[in-house]
């Protein structure tokens, strides 16, 4: 059982930076891959990017690679999203998750979910 709770959300300007943070409660956290979705309001969840339990490859979205950069500290039991140069359109509701599984884009393959934090980025 692993519990997740994000944080670090909140108002920006256009081109500003935010980073998330997750922090996980459980003894599998270091055997999990992680990864970070969003959803806008009217839209469907998407994936954003993912990074193995080691954190030696990550993969991002075409919508944010260059700009965002997941990492993650097994020793503090955290996954974390810096994102630079935000854009009005990264204005979601930000999710970290977790699988025991391979690092992976689908979230229906995900097992465990947070809570959600909001970013928003005004023009």
């Known amino acids: 059982q692993v519990q997740l709770v994000e944080s670090g959300g909140g108002l920006v300007q256009a081109g500003g930076s935010l980073r998330l943070s997750c922090a996980a409660s459980?003894?599998?956290?270091?055997?999990?891959?992680a990864g970070w979705f969003r959803q806008a309001p009217g839209k469907k969840r998407e994936f954003v990017a993912t990074?193995?339990?080691?954190?030696?490859?990550?993969y991002y979205s075409d919508s944010v690679k260059g700009r965002f950069t997941v990492s993650r500290n097994n020793v503090k039991s955290a996954v974390y999203l810096q994102m630079n140069s935000l854009k009005p359109e990264d204005t979601a509701v930000y999710y970290c998750?977790?699988?025991?599984?391979?690092?992976?884009?689908?979230?229906?393959?995900?097992?465990?979910w947070g809570q959600g934090t909001q970013v928003t980025v005004s023009s």
């Open positions: 998750a977790v699988t025991t599984g391979l690092a992976t884009m689908k979230a229906n393959d995900y097992d465990y």
């Open positions: 459980g003894p599998t956290f270091s055997r999990t891959a």
């Open positions: 990074i193995t339990w080691s954190g030696g490859t990550t």
